[in-house]
C-alpha cells in the first residue's frame, strides 16, 4: 500500500528543486526529478538522522555521488529542517548557502562531490572508520549512471566486498540516460547486479518511483549483516515532468522558463502552494 507521506515529500522535493533551478536559472533538473522518490524515503523514513544535531557522530551518514542532482538534496534537507529554505531561493549564488554541488558547509552534508566517481570510496571510509569505532551508524550512497563507468567505483566496490561492509549501502539512480545521451550508446557497465554480486554484495532490484518498494529496499539492506548491498533502483531521467523525462537534453539546462515552470507544476501535482509563494 502506498505511503501518501512519502509521496508527498517526493512531490514537494520535486517542486522545490525546480523551483531552485528556476531562479536561478541554472541547474540539472533531469537528475534531480529522478532521485526525489529515493530522498523521501531516505530523509523522511530511513535515515537515522537530528537536523537538530547534523554533526551527531552517531547519525547516519548519505553521500551523493552524483553531486550536479544536488538541487533535491538540498530540497529533501530544507524540508527536513537543516536550514531556513529561504535559501532556496539563494541556489547557486555568491551570497547563498547552496552551492552549485554539495559542500560540506552546508548542515547536513556529509561529503563533496564534484568529479563523479569519488562517493562509494568516501562512503566506504566512513563506514570503515564507524567499524574501527564501534559505531553502529549506516552509511548510503547515491549513485548515478556515469559513476559506475568510473574506475573508482569498481576499486571501492571490490574493497566494500573484500571486507564485508554490510553497514555500507549503495542506490543506483539507474535512469540509463547522461548528459551526451543513452548510456547504452556511450559506454555500458551493466548487467549491474551480476557484476556487483560477484563482487560480494547483496544486490536488491527496485522500482525507483515506488516509494514503498523503496522503503522496504532500504529496510532489507540494512538488515544485511554480513555484506554491503547495492539497490539497483531503476528510474526515469526527469520523472514526473512530461517534457522532461526521458530527454538528456534536461541533464543540465541554462534555465526553465516560467511557463514551463507552470506546466511541470500542474503535472507533478503541486505540493507547496503557488507558483508565486515565498520560498
Same mark, same amino acid.
Given at each position: 500500500?502506498?505511503?501518501?507521506?512519502? #509521496?508527498?515529500?517526493?512531490?514537494?522535493?520535486? +517542486?522545490?528543486?525546480?523551483?531552485?533551478?528556476?531562479h536561478?536559472?541554472?541547474g540539472?533538473?533531469?537528475?534531480?526529478?529522478?532521485?526525489? $522518490?529515493i530522498?523521501?524515503?531516505?530523509?523522511?523514513?530511513? !535515515?537515522?538522522? $537530528?537536523?537538530?544535531?547534523? %554533526?551527531? /557522530?552517531?547519525?547516519?551518514?548519505?553521500?551523493?555521488s *552524483?553531486?550536479?542532482?544536488?538541487?533535491?538534496?538540498?530540497?529533501?534537507?530544507?524540508?527536513?529542517?537543516?536550514?531556513?529554505?529561504?535559501?532556496?531561493?539563494?541556489?547557486r549564488?555568491? $551570497? %547563498? !548557502? !547552496?552551492? &552549485?554541488?554539495? /559542500?560540506?558547509?552546508?548542515?547536513?552534508?556529509?561529503?563533496?562531490?564534484? /568529479?563523479?566517481g569519488?562517493?562509494?570510496s568516501?562512503?566506504? &571510509?566512513?563506514?570503515? @572508520? &564507524?567499524?574501527?569505532?564501534?559505531?553502529?551508524?549506516?552509511?548510503?550512497v547515491? !549513485?548515478? $549512471?556515469g559513476?559506475?563507468? +568510473?574506475?573508482?567505483?569498481?576499486?571501492?566496490?571490490?574493497?566494500? %566486498?573484500h571486507?564485508?561492509? @554490510? /553497514?555500507?549501502?549503495?542506490?543506483?539512480?539507474? #535512469?540509463?540516460?547522461?548528459?551526451? %545521451?543513452?548510456?547504452?550508446?556511450?559506454?555500458?557497465?551493466?548487467?549491474?547486479? *551480476? *557484476? =556487483?554480486?560477484a563482487?560480494?554484495? #547483496?544486490?536488491?532490484?527496485?522500482? &525507483?518511483?515506488?516509494?514503498?518498494?523503496l522503503?522496504?529496499?532500504?529496510?532489507?539492506?540494512?538488515?544485511?549483516?554480513?555484506?554491503?548491498?547495492?539497490?539497483?533502483?531503476?528510474? =526515469?531521467?526527469?520523472?514526473?515532468?512530461?517534457?522532461?523525462?526521458?530527454?538528456?537534453?534536461?541533464?543540465g539546462?541554462? *534555465?526553465?522558463?516560467?511557463? +514551463?515552470?507552470?506546466?511541470?507544476?500542474?503535472?507533478?501535482?503541486h505540493?507547496?502552494g503557488?507558483?508565486?509563494?515565498?520560498?
Amino acid at each position: 500500500m502506498t505511503n501518501p507521506d512519502l #509521496n508527498h515529500h517526493a512531490r514537494q522535493i520535486r +517542486e522545490e528543486a525546480l523551483r531552485m533551478i528556476h531562479h536561478s536559472t541554472g541547474g540539472h533538473p533531469g537528475g534531480a526529478l529522478s532521485i526525489a $522518490d529515493i530522498l523521501a524515503v531516505l530523509y523522511f523514513s530511513e !535515515l537515522r538522522i $537530528d537536523p537538530r544535531d547534523p %554533526g551527531c /557522530s552517531d547519525r547516519d551518514r548519505l553521500i551523493l555521488s *552524483k553531486g550536479h542532482a544536488c538541487a533535491a538534496l538540498y530540497a529533501a534537507l530544507g524540508l527536513r529542517g537543516y536550514f531556513d529554505c529561504v535559501e532556496f531561493s539563494r541556489f547557486r549564488r555568491l $551570497d %547563498g !548557502l !547552496l552551492q &552549485g554541488h554539495p /559542500s560540506v558547509s552546508i548542515p547536513g552534508i556529509d561529503a563533496p562531490s564534484g /568529479s563523479l566517481g569519488m562517493g562509494l570510496s568516501q562512503g566506504l &571510509g566512513m563506514a570503515m @572508520a &564507524g567499524r574501527c569505532l564501534g559505531k553502529d551508524f549506516h552509511t548510503w550512497v547515491i !549513485l548515478g $549512471d556515469g559513476d559506475m563507468q +568510473e574506475g573508482s567505483t569498481w576499486e571501492a566496490i571490490m574493497a566494500a %566486498g573484500h571486507h564485508k561492509m @554490510a /553497514s555500507l549501502s549503495a542506490i543506483l539512480d539507474a #535512469n540509463g540516460l547522461q548528459a551526451d %545521451g543513452r548510456v547504452c550508446h556511450i559506454m555500458e557497465y551493466g548487467p549491474a547486479r *551480476k *557484476k =556487483v554480486e560477484a563482487f560480494g554484495w #547483496n544486490v536488491i532490484e527496485a522500482d &525507483g518511483h515506488d516509494c514503498d518498494t523503496l522503503a522496504g529496499a532500504c529496510g532489507a539492506a540494512r538488515d544485511c549483516r554480513d555484506k554491503p548491498t547495492l539497490i539497483v533502483a531503476r528510474t =526515469v531521467k526527469g520523472k514526473g515532468v512530461s517534457f522532461m523525462e526521458n530527454q538528456p537534453m534536461w541533464h543540465g539546462t541554462a *534555465k526553465i522558463s516560467e511557463d +514551463e515552470l507552470r506546466l511541470a507544476f500542474s503535472e507533478i501535482g503541486h505540493a507547496s502552494g503557488a507558483l508565486d509563494s515565498p520560498i
